[in-house]
């Protein structure tokens, strides 16, 4: 009793008494040992959207730390694979529309004259 320091135990070896600290605890055996503490690592900030999951022509969108996928305004499709827009030529229509600025309208409004049949 005596020799070791605070939070620390003797313990012989080869009949030599030898001061060791307490389990959990580091420092100097014969004056005074700490408790070792360890500090957590800061929580690792994760961006769903880094590197982005979305596919051609559509932007990833946070929504409660999860990424969310939407084609881009005008574009349609699965924006996890591809958006595209509705057509690009008259044959991807049917065949009583026509491609006007990517979408399958009607091509008929403003062509024919009053009282024609287009």
Not at 53 to 60: L, Q, R, S, T, Y
Not at 61 to 87: F, H, I, M, S
């Amino acid at each position: 009793p005596g020799l070791c320091g605070v939070n620390a135990y003797c313990r012989v070896r080869n009949h030599i008494p030898i001061c060791v600290c307490n389990k959990g605890y580091s420092g100097d055996p014969f004056s005074q040992c700490q408790r070792v503490t360890t500090q957590r690592p800061a929580p690792e900030i994760i961006d769903p959207c880094n590197p982005s999951p979305c596919g051609i022509n559509a932007e990833c969108r946070e929504r409660n730390n999860a990424a969310a996928c939407v084609c881009l305004p005008g574009l349609q499709g699965d924006p996890y694979t591809e958006c595209k827009p509705e057509c690009t030529i008259n044959q991807e229509c049917s065949s009583n529309l026509a491609c006007i600025a990517n979408k399958c309208k009607d091509p008929c409004p403003g062509v024919c004259g009053t009282h024609a049949t287009c």
